[in-house]
């Protein structure tokens, strides 16, 4: 089997036939199943077991949400935002997955600290692989739904809180690419009837975890700002600016506290 094989289930088989190859490690048999499993819809990076994030490589699985090129805007704004590279701030990562936010971000604060938090303890696994080869001393995993009462009790407060949760509406799960819907986890997909649902469900506490002058980063699907804004705005942030991914859609919401 070769790059050929491929040409009918990706845009892009020569790369993709790269990475499987690589993987397989000089065992064509092994090469086979994998390019037989990307035939079948299965993305690269879970086959492999990795994905490349802003400047990392980490490890992925089924039951983490594969890091998206898109998500990498929620770096950029906050490197915008807090020019200080030395700076001592404290990170926020809520809904962590494999970590890649958190860990993308202390890769550019060398003295930055901070917590991922995730209700999969299957994705923490990963997560702490990840954290593991790239912030061992400076990140800190936490399994924990924001669901649950006084969940920011015993994490103090934070400069910074990057979140991108689930905002896909549950009626267009069934539409999304076979690589999304069949092989990411729907709990990292699944926003609720409207794809708000947790936005509305984390703006009742997330000031909890914020620092007076602190910001919360929002990843959006495409279309949500409006939405998203209104929901922040009841309960008293206000929307400090907007950012854009490489799609020119707007992907990421930065709010501050009410009046500060
Ligand atoms: C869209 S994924 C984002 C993963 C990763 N931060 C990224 O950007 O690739 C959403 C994550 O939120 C987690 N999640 C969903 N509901 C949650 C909840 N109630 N409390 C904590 N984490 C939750 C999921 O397990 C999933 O890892």
Known sequence: MDSSDLKDCTETPDLDFKWLKQAANGDAALLDKYIVRRQKGEP???IIGQKGFWKLDLKVSKDTLDPRPD?????????KNFPDKNAPIRILDLGTGSGCLLLALLDEYKSATGIGMDASAAALRIAEQNVKRYAPKRAKLICRSWNEDSWWNDLGGFDVVV???PYIPTDEIENLDIDVKNYDPLDALDGGSDGLEEYRTLSNSIGQVLKQHGLIFFEIGQGQEKD????MKKKKFTLFDSYYDLGHI???LAFKIENV
């Open 163 to 165: 979140c991108n949760p």
């Open 250 to 252: 707007l992907r990421v």
């Open 228 to 231: 998203v804004t209104v929901i």
């Open 71 to 79: 998500s990498e805007t929620i770096i950029e704004a906050v490197l």
């Open 44 to 46: 690269v990076a879970k």
